[in-house]
């Protein structure tokens, strides 16, 4: 693999990502347009920035670096990522479009009149997203060291002060543009060595097959459920990884808030099907990737697997061929880091922006401040907690740790979704319950982890897959609680049930009021330009 040529290639898409992100932000002009893209995003445009920011470090190398070193049980991430999607179709995306909010704090304020809860949605975005965004930087660092030598802190910094810069510019307008790019990109990127590879093994004589070649590659390794790559338990790790995979998505902050930018709730049904396509064509590769790795990069078993994808093609093809792709690859990985990092920072600063920033900004200027600062100010803070973070925790698997982040999200934010979008006898007390103990669980989990949990027998198994038991504890306890609880049921939830459940074209009083002037610890002055963001979804449904 040649330096120049792969620095060349990234050069070339981080110039690419700031030069659409300034195309954004010649038309990024309101309040609106900075957090849900004045809601506007067509369904094929909203699809391709939502599958450029979901397919993250985890996808285009982690994937296939498991598969490496763990066979035929990782498959399940590919399954797993997708299916994720089908879930969101089908229980939460048009009811939270309809919902008018734009955050997961929002919805929770809105559903369960409850700033306490509202508090809690708030701080969990926050840790969900930070641990989300430790793998982008890890693999950034672990990328341009790969490609250039240099230390994996030069990459995070690269990628962090990219991301802040397009964030802080033009906000979601900016960046859909940019993750919708940076898809197409990413699947250009992946599946263009395939092809030439296969297309080059077919051509040429060879001794033996690919899957000749695998035979001898151990048979545990192409096995289901086996023990390769030292797990322990790995039926109950399948089962707890499918279940933090599939009902994680739908409580990831950086998904969701792309959902509020569809026109209506029929848009966001429309955007999820395309989104399930574009993902589906995109998994096809990471496996190829790790089955033509046991063949010819056998040595990343054991080590650096998470490289398998950038080496893949320099081993095969020797010379000038190996670096063209090679530099492809590394500028698809990039723009992996790129879209992925630009969205979980939009997601992290409105929540920053709305529950920390704003009202403290107008109390400390007197109000005399543009709106849009303040998200910019909490698009900076964003990226410099995970950064520090990254420096602290060191190397991690990319698509373990973003696992965690969907077992967190699967105990915290989908029993609130799922049973506050369809059970009308969930009490705020219920709510509050079940995001603590959930969060606690998980997250607790996660962090031991982060700094060294058991290697082995059922505490690894349990600690290291929780969802299985994290997620279902987290269900019980908004049920019991909520049972225990009736008098806590918000008085405003038939109100909330209908505005969720009934099509934008049905004509019916909402009775939505816009959060910026219903929570009673913002000054309306001080976020007159928010209330916009609301009012101009309100106007839509209507």
């Not at 790995?234 to 739908?250: E, K, N, R, V």
């Not at 630009?342 to 005399?368: C, E, K, N, P, Y």
Request: net charge neutral; proline share 5%.
């Amino acid at each position: 693999m040649s330096p120049a040529t792969s620095l060349t290639a990234i050069v070339l898409v981080i110039l690419a990502t700031i030069g659409i992100g300034l195309f954004g932000l010649r038309i990024s002009r309101t309040t609106s347009d900075f957090y849900v893209a004045s809601r506007v995003v067509t369904p094929r445009w909203n699809a391709s920035a939502i599958s450029g920011e979901y397919l993250s470090a985890a996808s285009f190398l982690g994937v296939a670096g498991l598969v490496l070193v763990n066979g035929a049980d990782m498959l399940w991430f590919s399954v797993g990522y997708t299916v994720g999607y089908l879930m969101l179709l089908v229980l939460v995306a048009a009811p939270l479009r309809r919902s008018g909010a734009y955050t997961l704090p929002d919805f929770a304020e809105t559903r369960f009149e409850s700033a306490f809860v509202r508090r809690i949605c708030a701080g969990l975005v926050v840790g969900i997203g930070t641990l989300y965004l430790l793998p982008q930087l890890h693999g950034a660092g672990l990328t341009l060291q790969t490609v250039t030598g240099a230390p994996p802190d030069v990459g995070a910094a690269v990628v962090a002060v990219i991301v802040v810069i397009n964030v802080a510019a033009g906000g979601m307008r900016s960046i859909t543009f940019v993750q919708a790019f940076q898809y197409w990109l990413k699947l250009t990127a992946l599946a263009l060595p395939i092809f030439v590879i296969l297309i080059a093994w077919r051509s040429v004589e060879h001794p033996v097959g690919v899957l000749e070649a695998l035979q001898g590659a151990g048979a545990e390794w192409a096995e289901p459920l086996s023990t390769a790559g030292g797990r322990d338990h790995p039926l109950y790790a399948t089962y707890s990884l499918l279940l933090a995979l599939c009902f994680g998505t739908m409580g990831l902050p950086h998904v969701l808030v792309r959902f509020y930018t569809n026109p209506d709730g029929r848009a966001a049904r429309r955007t999820t099907v395309v989104v399930l396509a574009l993902l589906g064509i995109f998994y096809l590769f990471p496996p190829m990737y790790a089955v033509l790795g046991r063949t010819f990069a056998p040595d990343l078993v054991g080590s650096g697997a998470d490289t398998v994808v950038l080496e893949l093609p320099g081993r095969i093809f020797p010379g000038t061929a190996g670096d063209l792709l090679g530099a492809l690859v590394a500028a698809g990985a990039f723009a992996a880091f790129l879209s992925t990092s630009s969205g979980l920072t939009v997601a992290i600063a409105g929540v920053i922006d709305q529950d920390l920033l704003r009202s403290r900004l107008h109390r400390w200027t007197g109000g005399d401040y543009v709106a849009v600062n303040s998200f910019r100010i909490a698009a900076l803070l964003s990226m410099c907690v995970p950064y520090l973070a990254f420096l602290l925790t060191g190397a991690l698997s990319l698509a373990d740790t973003v696992g965690l982040a969907f077992a967190v999200a699967a105990s915290t934010f989908c029993p609130l979704l799922v049973l506050g979008i369809w059970w009308r006898r969930m009490s705020t007390t219920g709510a509050a319950a079940g995001l603590i103990v959930g969060g606690v669980a998980a997250s607790a989990a996660a962090l031991v982890n982060v700094v060294g949990g058991p290697d082995s027998g059922w505490p690894q198994a349990l600690v290291g897959q929780p969802a299985a038991w994290t997620m279902p504890l987290a269900f019980v306890t908004v049920i019991v609680v909520s049972k225990l609880t009736p008098d806590k049921i918000p008085a405003g939830t038939a109100r909330s049930m209908v505005r969720l459940h009934t099509p934008e074209a049905v004509d019916v009083d909402r009775g939505f009021t816009s959060l910026a002037v219903h929570s009673s610890r913002f000054d309306p002055h001080a976020i007159g330009p928010a209330r916009s963001i609301s009012d101009e979804g309100s106007k839509r449904d209507e």
